[in-house]
């Protein structure tokens, strides 16, 4: 069965700080990977990873995958209140169409 | 704003009823999916349409259904509503491309938050 694991589940840091968001998972047919960031609303789209060793980067957030490990870290530099929230990680199988699988997400919380 | 519309945004109703949610994908896109995010299960995939037929199915239970129409706006019905399907009900929309060129990212719909009483 698909899985995705992420740790930690939860995170409090103060601004400024610098955090590694860690995505693990088990899937039969690997075809991407993304990363969420839910705040009180819906999902927002903030990676999508395909390849290993390529890094893919937004402002303060830098996201990279190793397909042979079979992880994902999200990093976030120099934290502001506002990345508070929880970040999901999702695998999506090919199986069969497009299969998402979702871990738990990370809950950050950001103090001033 | 994604793009993605759902209504209701709240829907309150009782043990043993019919519900129906809609959602309308953002402007081109073919595929939508619907999710269910609940607090103890997080965010469960349950069903993919693309240009109305079903693509994927995740863990949806039987007393659920849905379908895509030819406008590409979907629909989720939920039956025989228990307490336990009280939950946020997202629905998603990509654009389909061919498998092996490019790869998909969901643009989420803002969520109907059913509470089954």
């Known amino acids: 069965e698909d899985k995705v694991v992420q740790s930690p589940l939860s995170l409090v840091v103060h601004e400024g700080d610098t955090v590694t968001l860690n995505c693990s998972y088990e899937v039969t047919n690997f075809r991407s990977l993304l990363w969420y960031k839910q705040e009180k609303k819906a999902p927002t789209f903030l990676f999508m990873l395909t390849s290993s060793g390529i890094e893919k980067k937004s402002g303060r957030l830098s996201s990279i995958l190793d397909k042979k490990e079979l992880f994902s870290i999200l990093n976030i530099t120099a934290t502001q209140t506002g990345d508070s929230a929880v970040y999901l990680c999702a695998v999506e199988n090919g199986n069969y169409g497009q299969n998402f699988v979702f871990g738990p997400g990370t809950r950050l919380s950001v103090l001033p | 704003d994604s793009g993605v519309t759902q209504t209701p945004k709240h829907l309150i109703t009782a043990t043993g009823q019919r519900v129906t949610l809609r959602c309308s994908p953002r402007?081109?896109?073919?595929?939508v999916y619907w999710y269910q995010q609940s607090l103890d299960q997080g965010l469960q995939f349950l069903i993919q349409?693309?240009?109305?037929?079903?693509?994927a199915k995740g863990n949806i239970l039987e007393r659920f259904s849905a379908q895509q129409f030819p406008d590409l706006h979907s629909e989720l019905n939920l039956s025989s509503l228990e307490l336990g399907d009280s939950a946020l009900y997202f629905c998603a929309s990509s654009v389909e491309r061919k498998l092996g060129l490019q790869y998909n990212e969901q643009f989420f719909g803002p969520g109907t938050r059913l509470t089954v009483l």
């Open positions: 402007s081109g896109d073919l595929s």
């Open positions: 349409y693309y240009n109305g037929e079903e693509r």
